[in-house]
Each structure stands twice: as C-alpha cells, then as structure tokens.
C-alpha cells in the first residue's frame, strides 16, 4: 500500500495551491483520511481530515476557511485545496489514513498508514 502526495510547490503569499493524495492499493479497514504538515522547526500537526464517505470534515483552526478538503472516491484520490496562502503555510504536507474515530482525528498521530509528503514554500 503507497499513499502518494502530489501538487506541493513554491507560491506567492495570498496564492492557491491544490495537494493530492492517491491511494494505491487496498485498505480494508479506515474511516478517515488527513492532511498534516510539519514546519521547519516545529512539530508535526493536524490540517484537516475526511471521513472515507467523504460527509464529514474537520479543520484546524489555522487553516479553517482558507483550506479544503475533499474526496474523488472514484479516483481514491483525497485534495487539499489551499486558498489565500500565508509564509507560515510553508511546510511538507503529509496525508494519512486510519481507523480512527472521527471526533478524534485533528487530535491523535495513530494512523496506520502515512505518505512521504510533499513540499509547500509561500515565499515573496
């Protein structure tokens, strides 16, 4: 099984960028996928996540009108829309899934499978 992130780059501040993450093989057992990101310096953190059926969504507060989450479950592809980007976006995305209860999934890092990331720089 590979989670494979794609659409990571270097933008503008106030620009919009658009991740990918497409799962590659068979997972028998999840029912929520996110995004998190770690900046230079800092701790890993939550961004946004999605229940498999794509109905439930949840943000940080960070990003949280400015970012969207969403699901091509024909694709088995996960987005990650970024709008109105800010230097402080600058970090590698990450995306995952697992079985974690939904209430739980901008709060715990026990997903069962995690992509290699990819870059994101907002920078004048």
């Known amino acids: 099984l590979q989670l494979v992130e794609s659409g990571g780059g270097l933008v503008q501040p106030g620009g919009s960028l658009k991740l990918s993450c497409t799962i590659d093989?068979?997972?028998?057992?999840?029912?929520?996928i996110a995004w998190f990101r770690r900046a230079p310096g800092k701790l890993r953190e939550a961004v946004s996540c999605?229940?498999?059926?794509?109905?439930?969504?949840d943000y940080a507060a960070a990003v949280k009108g400015r970012f969207t989450i969403s699901r091509d479950s024909a694709k088995n592809t996960v987005y990650l829309q970024m709008n109105s980007l800010k230097p402080e976006d600058t970090a590698d995305y990450y995306c995952?899934?697992?079985?974690?209860?939904?209430?739980?999934?901008?709060?715990?890092?026990?997903?069962?499978?995690w992509g290699q990331g990819t870059p994101v720089t907002v920078s004048s």
């Open positions: 995952t899934v697992g079985a974690i209860y939904f209430d739980r999934c901008l709060n715990t890092e026990e997903y069962d499978y």
């Open positions: 093989g068979f997972i028998e057992d999840y029912h929520v």
């Open positions: 999605i229940t498999k059926s794509g109905r439930s969504t």
